[in-house]
């Protein structure tokens, strides 16, 4: 319901502490390169310090089929494994990224839009190169066919027909995949990032495990919940301090969560509450192209949390973190400092005229 406020309750993760569940991380990317647009690109410099950082840190690198698999099946994960990912399939990856994934013997997971790999648009991976990849180890899964805007109805389109031709695009996608390389995980990264709880839930009963372009650590509950966190990496997070937190942060045990809802056509500071585990004894948010977010915690451990001023026309996310104590950091095998609780939730505003704005 647009512009209409909606709580919806959610039991996210756990009653017990975080420190006492497996967890992961997983690493998004587009492009590596200094030739492609900044918000979508790592300079491979800055990639090459990042994966060193992996290798000299004791990081576990591990496909992303595989720390999903062992989290949705109660298997242990060890502290500090991460899973690298890139979207849309570019050249670049190719040629700069794989190079330097090989040298550490770093498995990865490239999510096809798979309409630019088989009309062999400039600058895309073709269908030889993608085969020649998964011989090298790599993972092929969906990102639709064309990399729509997914939540964007056409003219005259109903529920159903819009839920039909996402399908498609999804099911295309994935089908393509197995016909021209033999891959089929039924993985599946939003284009862009956009969805709604409608489009989540439509994409679990599908059969498919989504992922959005949050930020945040990974647990299984998130992964049930069909819009799972990765950490996107573009020119302006370069910055190594930054990278090590996020790399070795721990999914914020969430018990409760009280979010309004996600697609607004008016100016609007979106209301967010989480009830957490007892060890986090204090949240810092952050709001996307704003500063710090209006945090409030009840009598009952309950956190309220809102934007000071209307969120953006576009993508709005709020991002929360804490720091995990002293004493816990004991039990955590990877012996890095500090590290962090870390969550985010996403917000979509269409223009005041209920357009959908233009993408950048």
């Known amino acids: 319901m647009l512009g209409r406020t909606l709580f919806i309750l959610v039991n996210l993760l756990f009653s017990a502490a975080a420190l006492g569940a497996s967890h992961g991380v997983?690493?998004?990317?587009?492009?590596?390169?200094?030739?492609?647009?900044?918000?979508?690109?790592?300079?491979?410099?800055?990639?090459?310090r990042q994966m060193q950082f992996l290798k000299d840190n004791?990081?576990?690198?591990?496909?992303?089929?595989?720390?999903?698999?062992?989290?949705?099946?109660?298997?242990?994960?060890?502290?500090?494994?991460?899973?690298?990912?890139?979207?849309?399939?570019?050249?670049?990856?190719?040629?700069q990224a794989v190079p330097v994934l090989q040298q550490h013997n770093f498995p990865f997971t490239l999510f096809v839009a798979t309409d630019f790999?088989?009309?062999?648009?400039?600058?895309?991976?073709?269908?030889?190169?993608?085969?020649?990849?998964?011989?090298?180890?790599?993972?092929?899964?969906?990102?639709?066919r064309a990399h729509a805007h997914l939540l964007r109805r056409q003219s005259g389109e109903d529920e159903a027909a819009w839920l039909d031709r996402i399908k498609a695009q999804i099911d295309g996608a994935e089908t393509l995949l197995q016909e021209k390389t033999g891959e089929q995980l039924r993985l599946f990264a939003f284009p862009y990032g956009e969805a709604d709880e409608t489009l989540i839930a439509k994409v679990k009963e599908w059969g498919y495990v989504g992922f959005g372009q949050q930020s945040g650590a990974l647990s299984k509950a998130l992964l049930q919940g069909g819009f799972a966190p990765r950490f996107p990496f573009n020119v302006a997070y370069s910055d190594m301090?930054?990278?090590?937190?996020?790399?070795?942060?721990?999914?914020?045990?969430?018990?409760t969560e009280r979010a309004d809802a996600t697609i607004w056509s008016k100016a609007v500071r979106p209301r967010w509450e989480?009830?957490?585990?007892?060890?986090?004894?204090s949240l810092s948010c952050y709001v996307t192209g704003q500063a710090a977010a209006d945090v409030q915690k009840t009598k009952d451990g309950v956190f309220h949390v809102r934007a000071k001023k209307d969120i953006g026309v576009g993508r709005s996310r709020y991002n929360c973190t804490s720091p995990v104590a002293a004493e816990d950091l004991q039990n955590l095998t990877l012996k890095l400092k500090p590290r962090f609780y870390w969550y985010s939730h996403q917000w979509i505003r269409k223009q005041d005229d209920g357009e959908w704005y233009p993408e950048p």
């Open 241 to 255: 301090t930054e990278f090590q937190h996020k790399a070795s942060s721990l999914p914020l045990p969430v018990k």
């Open 274 to 281: 989480l009830g957490v585990a007892p060890q986090v004894k």
């Open 26 to 48: 997983v690493l998004q990317y587009h492009h590596v390169s200094e030739h492609s647009p900044p918000s979508t690109s790592v300079s491979p410099a800055v990639f090459k």
């Open 58 to 95: 004791g990081f576990t690198v591990w496909p992303l089929s595989k720390l999903v698999d062992q989290l949705l099946q109660d298997q242990p994960v060890p502290d500090g494994t991460v899973a690298i990912t890139f979207d849309d399939a570019y050249l670049d990856i190719r040629d």
């Open 117 to 144: 790999v088989d009309q062999g648009q400039k600058g895309y991976l073709s269908w030889d190169d993608l085969r020649a990849l998964k011989r090298q180890g790599a993972e092929l899964a969906g990102h639709t």
